[in-house]
T-cell receptor, first 120, second 109 residues
Framework: GAVVSQHPSWVICKSGTSVKIECRSL??????MFWYRQFPKQSLMLMAT?????????EQGVEKDKFLINHASLTLSTLTVTSAHPEDSSFYIC????????????????FGPGTRLLVL | GQNIDQPTEMTATEGAIVQINCTYQ??????LFWYQQHAGEAPTFLSY??LDGLEEKGRFSSFLSRSKGYSYLLLKELQMKDSASYLC??????????WGAGTKLIIKP
């Protein structure tokens, strides 16, 4: 099946630093990728939709200046947490959507393994 | 508003069968997904239904009724490794996933 990778898998950083997380679709091209955040024992929360070649669409309540998203190619989207603070500590998960023109039955999302961020 | 409902927690016995229900109310419908998520890991894709009926895939089956806004995930021959959270998600008219809170499935020997 389709594979999505994330790097790094975990990161510990000091408060105030910026952290970049990469999401790659390894064997397919994805015009649309999604970034989620999951706090312990809670459901996934969509942060933003990343569209190749255009600006990301952020969900209500997500600060676009704090969570910078760049989708520069069809296989790579990056999420940069700027000036991270302890409350940003979370599990960040990306997904990439496989689209088959005119065939909804073939569409699905594949998730990356996630990146665990701990801000001290 | 958009809403996905599924039970918070279920308990079943190893070797048995369990059905996890999901009801939804969304703006538009472009398919319903079931994901499995083990603690501390990202969700993994289980199934996708866009037409009414039952989709079988090994020990797992997923059913959809669009008119009723209802789906279920059926797990047969339960194994201890099936202990996980099962997430129901609906793709709305904007092709965004609306997630349920997940059902924690506990398997007992």
């Amino acid at each position: 099946g389709a594979v999505v990778s994330q790097h790094p898998s975990w990161v510990i950083c000091k408060s105030g630093t910026s952290v970049k997380i990469e999401c790659r679709s390894l064997d397919f091209q994805a015009t649309t990728m999604f970034w989620y955040r999951q706090f312990p024992k809670q459901s996934l929360m969509l942060m933003a939709t990343s569209n190749e070649g255009s600006k990301a669409t952020y969900e209500q309540g997500v600060e676009k200046d704090k969570f910078l998203i760049n989708h520069a190619s069809l296989t790579l989207s990056t999420l940069t947490v700027t000036s991270a603070h302890p409350e940003d500590s979370s599990f960040y998960i990306c997904s990439a959507r496989i689209e088959v023109a005119g065939d909804l039955a073939q569409e699905t999302q594949y998730f990356g393994p996630g990146t665990r961020l701990l801000v001290l | 508003g958009q809403n996905i409902d599924q039970p918070t927690e279920m308990t079943a016995t190893e070797g048995a069968i369990v059905q996890i229900n999901c009801t939804y109310q969304t703006s538009g419908f472009n398919g319903l997904f079931w994901y499995q998520q083990h603690a501390g890991e990202a969700p993994t894709f289980l199934s996708y239904n866009v037409l009414d009926g039952l989709e079988e895939k090994g020990r797992f089956s997923s059913f959809l009724s669009r008119s009723k806004g209802y789906s279920y995930l059926l797990l047969k021959e339960l194994q201890m490794k099936d202990s996980a959270s099962y997430l129901c998600a609906v793709m709305d008219s904007n092709y965004q996933l609306i997630w349920g809170a997940g059902t924690k499935l506990i398997i007992k020997p």
